[in-house]
């Protein structure tokens, strides 16, 4: 066995990884042969496939034209008896809904063409059909791809020609390690180009994904007033937006010292061109900033008297009053009320003197004079789940026995028709004394609803946490962006989540109930990271399989050839570590939902970033150890010893350690690139979904999705010195994600729910610890190398990456809390305009009273459950009567009955087409 102390103390070795473990450059150049022209398959292959079942491929031509969110219907007693709802409750409760409908961009319907059309899909477009969370990723990925475009010259034109004429670069046969930083010898001054590069890298990644963060702040901005136009976007940049804001700021001092006044009514510049241009309300955006700037100031140089004249002239011919919008201008308006979420507030640890709801409008309405619409005191509602839990048993077990016994479950109450089974009360008729099994659950299940409707008159107990919605997007901003103290102590106040997203059942914890599971939770992932590491070493152990033979007295020659052994050692490691580490999310989330988060947008920003760091650690500083730890081993005993012996030497283990296995996160990159994202163009977790019956399949992950492609991001970063090549994989990886993800999100999959303007600060804040792993990791290769001077160089590169991306999350975080005022402002005028036919303090916004009134209730408190003797049970079996006398005439009217039945199931199959969502479009 090679003795692995010396080898670790002889740091100026470049070939500590060189030996069995790490990649090959012949092993590399295999693996190109082999991946390009499967994903250029992968991708021809589906062309074929799209072509001749467009409908099956995009998801959305099948859904088009559905409304994705149904108003509540009445419950069916004769053909879907399958739920609780449809026979022994009716809900009561209606959200505010603004009916939406799946649609999808038009994209060629040819072979290649369609490729074409979504690469140049613009971000206006994108975001109409496929949802903010979606454009978010979008901006992000072309943020990474316009990162490894700029750094390629760079990386090709100077680092590869000092890497590849050093002087050590001619003492290795290895292509790929001669343009490598590892061809650099010790206290080499080429290791100054290193360094530059180095900053270059970094001050790049750092600009565009500062761009990438102004244009999200810019979107979510609309985003959180419900406007859904974001025209120019792309066009969107540090230069063009500062002189954005100076327009806008001038228009606005302008509209302020001179309104007009017009038909007895106030109408300020904004309104007209809300009514020029219906099409696109005035909003923030550069088009329509610049175009109101523009007309100012052809008009600044004239007299005041001049202007109000002239403007009153035109104004006469184009303006109009508040009640006379234009049709497409109220139509516009009137598609783009914001959601009731918009204009609510979620309160958590709640003070016992303000759960009660009088006593907390009265203080609201204190602060926010007649804008408080609805105060809501969430109850505790955990003894009325217990008794719908028992309600159901009751229920589900009665459907049981219809099927079973073939009874009409409408004939419930009359006993006359209903057959006698005796059997036992428990264990599905094994266990318990011999009843008449429909008249137990009958009389149980009635007992139980009048319990439950016997706790609900009484009253519940209040938890800590309030929802209070205002009449107006201005003091709900106001109302989250200023705090509210009573002395050193501020009401935990925070943007509601809507109200189909939240966890009920966790709004009664406060945040000291909590601090338990928070702590748990952090071991539980301490030990994750730690013993799931051990699998994935074992993974990482199969690159070697020459060892694993040799363990078992076998020779590796007599099994497989070379070129199999060279893909099955490149390759194989790659695709189960990346299957195995799919795991990884489902035990994430479960951890997350122990800390019982209030809704699911925030739970799954926090398994995003919990993901990234596993795949961090596990793939990054894991594979590294695993690889040193492998490498020169013959048997397992070697293993052993390898890791024993590296304890003393880790961090320098770790920066050899990664600059050395370069080409094998080359590999990791190639793989990614060219087969699992041409595989998302099929969505196999679609099906995988599918097959195992878990819910929401058409739904994107973008946990999943985000934390890959920042490993991804992180790679490219940290190795793009190390080894230039890596901006090049980089870049064709970005470019196929930005390709695939554009089109499967506007396309294929349909999102549940929006995780909001919440998921971007979290992205961010992780890929600023990316650029200090890239540059400490170079810092330490450069001690490695005796370079110190190199070293003590990158330092200020650190800290003023960690100081500016600071400042741009300080300067941004503020928007994803809450709109601004002014956008705030201008979309309270349009909606008081045209929905509240200008009273300030309308609601009408919200639809009928009753939706306001339960919007911010658990849906448990509007349940109402039938028994025999309710007036809306007999009107049900009225109207079904009805539709049993209709039907029954038409199948008269028909010649055979066999093709009735074959038309009604065609006709269900057709209503099947409805699809449950949530997005705002």
């Not at 670790?8 to 090959?24: A, P, V």
């Not at 203080?363 to 955990?382: D, Q, S, W, Y």
């Not at 294929?748 to 998921?759: H, R």
């Amino acid at each position: 066995m090679t003795d692995t102390t010396t080898t670790l103390s002889s740091s100026s070795s470049t070939n500590t990884l060189s030996g069995k473990f790490s990649i090959s450059t012949d092993e590399f150049v295999s693996q190109l042969y082999i991946s390009i022209p499967i994903g250029i398959g992968l991708v021809f292959f589906y062309c074929v496939v799209r072509k001749l079942r467009p409908r099956f491929w995009e998801v959305r031509r099948r859904y088009a034209q559905v409304v994705v969110e149904q108003e509540e219907s009445e419950p069916d007693f004769v053909e879907n008896i399958e739920s609780e709802s449809q026979l022994f409750a009716q809900s009561t409760f209606s959200l505010p809904k603004y009916m939406t409908k799946v649609t999808y961009p038009r994209i060629s319907s040819g072979f290649l063409w369609w490729l074409w059309d979504v690469w140049s899909m613009d971000a206006q477009t994108f975001y109409k059909h496929a949802g903010f969370d979606a454009l978010v990723f979008r901006i992000y990925l072309k943020a990474c791809m316009y990162i490894c475009l700029t750094s390629l010259p760079f990386a090709l034109l100077v680092l590869v020609p000092i890497y590849a004429t050093s002087h050590a670069a001619s003492n290795t046969e290895e292509g790929l390690t001669q343009i490598s930083i590892n061809s650099v010898g010790e206290q080499s001054d080429r290791l100054w180009a290193a360094v530059v590069g180095c900053y270059i890298f970094t001050l790049i990644a750092m600009y565009y994904l500062s761009i990438a963060y102004l244009r999200i702040a810019y979107a979510a901005d609309q985003f959180l007033i419900g406007n859904y136009r974001l025209s120019e976007i792309d066009n969107i940049s540090w230069f063009s937006y500062r002189k954005m804001i100076d327009n806008v700021v001038e228009l606005n001092v302008k509209i302020t010292a001179t309104p007009i006044e017009y038909g007895g009514k106030i109408i300020s510049q904004v309104q007209r061109y809300v009514v020029k241009q219906p099409s696109e309300l005035l909003s923030d955006h550069p088009a329509s900033a610049a175009a109101a700037a523009a007309a100012a100031a052809d008009v600044e140089a004239k007299d005041a008297h001049e202007v109000v004249i002239e403007e009153r002239k035109q104004e006469q011919m184009e303006l109009l009053s508040d009640a006379e919008y234009t049709s497409d201008a109220e139509r516009t308006i009137t598609d783009s009320v914001p959601s009731i979420d918009r204009y609510t507030i979620m309160i958590r640890d709640v003070p016992p003197a303000f759960r009660d709801e009088q006593a907390l409008h009265q203080f609201m309405h204190e602060l926010f004079p007649g804008k408080v619409a609805r105060v809501t005191i969430i109850p505790n509602c955990n003894e009325l789940l217990q008794i719908r839990s028992a309600i159901r048993f009751h229920s589900k077990s009665l459907r049981s026995l219809s099927r079973k016994h073939a009874f009409d479950l409408r004939d419930l109450y009359d006993d006359s028709k209903l057959p006698t089974i005796y059997e036992g009360s428990h264990c599905c008729g094994c266990c318990g004394e011999d009843v008449n099994v429909i008249t137990y659950h009958r009389t149980h299940r009635d007992a139980l609803v009048a319990k439950f409707r016997k706790q609900r008159a009484q009253g519940l107990a209040s938890t800590p946490t309030a929802f209070v919605t205002f009449s107006c997007l201005k003091a709900a901003s106001i109302a989250i962006s200023c705090p509210i103290r009573f002395g050193v102590s501020n009401l935990r106040i925070a943007k509601a989540p809507y109200p189909n997203d939240i966890f009920w059942e966790n709004l009664k914890y406060g945040t000291n109930e909590l601090m338990p599971n928070n702590l748990v939770v952090a071991v539980a992932m301490f030990f994750l990271l730690i013993f799931w590491s051990i699998p994935v070493a074992a993974i990482q152990g199969l690159a070697n399989l020459e060892a694993i033979f040799n363990a078992f007295d076998a020779n590796i020659d007599d099994y497989l050839n070379e070129t199999t052994v060279t893909w099955l050692q490149g390759s194989l490691t790659v695709l189960i570590l990346d299957l195995w580490l799919l795991i990884i999310p489902a035990i994430v989330t479960a951890l997350t939902r122990f800390q019982h988060k209030t809704h699911r947008g925030r739970l799954e920003t926090i398994v995003l970033v919990r993901y990234y760091d596993c795949l961090v650690f596990m793939v990054l500083l894991v594979t590294v150890i695993t690889g040193t730890t492998v490498s020169n081993a013959e048997n397992f005993a070697d293993y052993a010893e390898n890791i024993v012996s590296s304890m003393n030497a880790i961090v320098n283990l770790l920066a050899d350690g990664l600059s050395n296995m370069a080409i094998y996160f080359m590999l990791y990159v190639l793989l990614n690139t060219f087969i699992w994202l041409p595989l998302e163009l099929f969505r196999p977790s679609y099906y995988f979904a599918l097959y195992l019956s878990l819910a929401e399949p058409n739904r994107f992950r973008y946990s999943l999705h985000f934390a890959k492609t920042m490993l991804i991001l992180t790679i490219v970063l940290t190795f793009g010195v190390m080894h230039p090549i890596m901006w090049c994989l980089g870049l064709v990886y970005f470019v196929f994600a930005v390709l695939s993800f554009t089109y499967t999100l506007s396309m294929s999959w349909i999102p549940e729910f929006e995780t909001g303007a919440k998921q971007w600060p979290q992205v961010y804040g992780r890929l600023r610890f990316g650029f200090l792993i890239s540059i400490f990791t170079l810092v330490g290769l450069m001690a490695l190398k005796q370079a110190y001077l190199c070293a003590a160089a990158l330092l200020p590169l650190a800290g003023f990456s960690w100081y500016a991306t600071t400042t741009v999350t300080l300067n941004f975080q503020p928007v994803f809390n809450a709109p601004s005022l002014t956008s705030a402002s201008q979309k309270d005028r349009q909606i008081n305009a045209v929905i509240n036919k200008n009273d300030e303090n309308g609601i009408l916004q919200f639809g009928d009273v009753s939706n306001l009134n339960n919007a911010y209730l658990p849906p448990i408190m509007t349940v109402e459950y039938l028994v025999n003797n309710d007036v809306f049970y007999r009107q049900q079996r009225e109207q079904q009567g009805k539709k049993n006398k209709k039907s029954k005439k038409k199948n008269h009217q028909k010649e055979q009955e066999d093709m009735n039945v074959v038309a009604a199931d065609a006709g269900a199959a057709a209503g099947g087409d409805e699809y449950d969502s949530y997005q705002n479009a």
